[in-house]
């Protein structure tokens, strides 16, 4: 089993950045693609952003896609997301989710119930 707890969030001005971490534990972590969501109040999770579990593969949102980074360091057990250019509408609560296949071969998955292991989350406010 993994578990998750993200940190980072806070309120940031619209155009600016932010990153957000992840931090897992276990000695599992490496073995799982690792996926960002978000929520805002009043509407659905959505997909943000996910890795491989080696890292070579990322995949994003289009709504994000250019200004968020997704990144991994296996030997810190720890995920990231960095955030640029933020906008009003990135305001959500950010969740980090751990796959539920090990060394999953190919690009990692945006479908949240490909995902097992889910963190409390941690929220992100643009302010205009």
């Known amino acids: 089993q993994v578990q998750l707890v993200e940190s980072g969030g806070g309120l940031v001005q619209a155009g600016g950045s932010l990153r957000i971490s992840c931090a897992a534990s276990?000695?599992?972590?490496?073995?799982?693609?690792m996926g960002w969501f978000r929520q805002a109040p009043g509407k659905e999770r959505e997909f943000v952003a996910a890795?491989?579990?080696?890292?070579?593969?990322?995949y994003y949102a289009d709504s994000v896609k250019g200004r968020f980074t997704i990144s991994r360091d296996n030997a810190k057990n720890t995920l990231y997301l960095q955030i640029n250019s933020l906008k009003p509408e990135d305001t959500a609560r950010y969740y980090c989710?751990?796959?539920?296949?090990?060394?999953?071969?190919?690009?990692?998955?945006?479908?949240?119930?490909?995902?097992?292991?889910w963190g409390q989350g941690t929220q992100v406010t643009a302010s205009s």
């Open positions: 989710a751990a796959d539920s296949t090990w060394y999953r071969e190919g690009p990692p998955s945006s479908a949240g119930n490909e995902y097992e292991y």
């Open positions: 276990g000695r599992a972590f490496s073995r799982y693609a």
């Open positions: 890795i491989s579990w080696n890292g070579r593969y990322t």
